[in-house]
């Protein structure tokens, strides 16, 4: 009830400023002192600028990943995102860390209509990757103990907040912004690690596209580089039955919206963002071709 109230107050603030972040981590931190939770962010800190002057690859989930050789970027720095270990050349990637920020992944009681632990389950695939890092949210760190994923992988969290109009700062170590999408939270991450280019690859934006042809068809096409199970289409139907149409319009306003702020955030501190993804939606990140990149190599890498 009165975190309601609190977020509707909110609701109608800019937290942006200096002032308001100072209020949202007292207010974090009065929350772990009452409930008597460790300050799990905290250890983020010392990933802060440890890749200064590197390069790094953001990979989404598009198609366009299927046309990608993954072994061309097999000595890069690389961020892979939710179920991309379900891709069949996952091993190709040497990915070095994994972000996932969807609340219905970590959640044992979800009205998908997915058994239960379905998504958990597909996590226990990157056990075998030791030296990854794995991104989540902050709330689900009472649930990911529970479930003893810390005890198999090198597990850091996640705190953001929603309501800012600008961005001026990110610091995982502390609370940050909140985004839309996880290929947003993985460029906050490598920008807080120090990367100073940072490309996206399959990263088209296209995801509202299956829901609309659910919506007009009742039926539902792939979306992912990798094949979309029939229970994981029946979850979307069951989804956007209960947001309903304005939300999914809304919230990819937002999307592109944040795209935005970022793009002018690494503008204004001089770091290198351009998606490499041939067609995308997105039109406020730099467009550059793989090839390029990749034959332009000045950075010094692993």
Not at 49 to 57: A, D, S, T
Not at 192 to 200: A, K, Q, R, S, V
Not at 264 to 286: E, G
Request: some cysteine; hydrophobic content about 35%.
């Amino acid at each position: 009830m009165i975190n309601s109230i609190i977020n509707k107050y909110l609701d109608r603030k800019d937290t942006s400023d200096l002032s308001w972040r100072i209020i949202l981590n007292f207010r974090s931190y009065c929350y772990r002192l009452i409930t008597r939770q460790p300050n799990y962010i905290k250890a983020n800190l010392e990933l802060n600028n440890i890749y200064k002057g590197k390069r790094c690859f953001i990979l989404g989930n598009g198609p366009s990943l299927n046309q990608l050789d993954f072994r061309m970027l097999k000595d890069e720095y690389v961020f892979t995102v939710n179920m991309l270990m379900e891709h069949e050349k996952f091993s190709e990637l040497n990915s070095n860390f994994h972000v996932m920020v969807d609340d219905a992944i970590f959640r044992s009681n979800d009205n998908s209509g997915l058994e239960k632990d379905y998504y958990l389950n597909k996590i226990k695939k990157l056990y075998q990757y030791r030296d990854l890092i794995l991104f989540v949210p902050y709330r689900n760190a009472n649930e990911i103990k529970k479930k003893g994923i810390d005890k198999n992988i090198n597990v850091r969290y996640l705190h953001g907040y929603n309501h800012y109009k600008s961005i001026g700062r990110i610091q995982i170590d502390k609370i940050m912004p909140a985004f839309n999408k996880v290929i947003q939270y993985a460029i906050a991450i490598a920008i807080y690690m120090g990367f100073d280019e940072i490309n996206l690859l399959g990263c088209e934006e296209t995801g509202i596209l299956p829901f609309i042809n659910l919506i007009m068809t009742g039926e539902t096409n792939d979306d992912h580089c990798y094949k979309d199970t029939d229970d994981e289409k029946k979850s979307w139907g069951k989804w956007i039955l209960a947001e309903g149409i304005s939300h999914l319009f809304e919230d990819q306003a937002m999307v592109f919206r944040r795209y935005e702020l970022i793009s002018d955030y690494c503008n204004k501190n001089k770091i290198i963002l351009q998606n490499l993804t041939p067609n995308t939606l997105i039109d406020s990140v730099n467009k550059m071709q793989l090839e390029k990149v990749l034959r332009g190599n000045i950075n010094e890498n692993k």
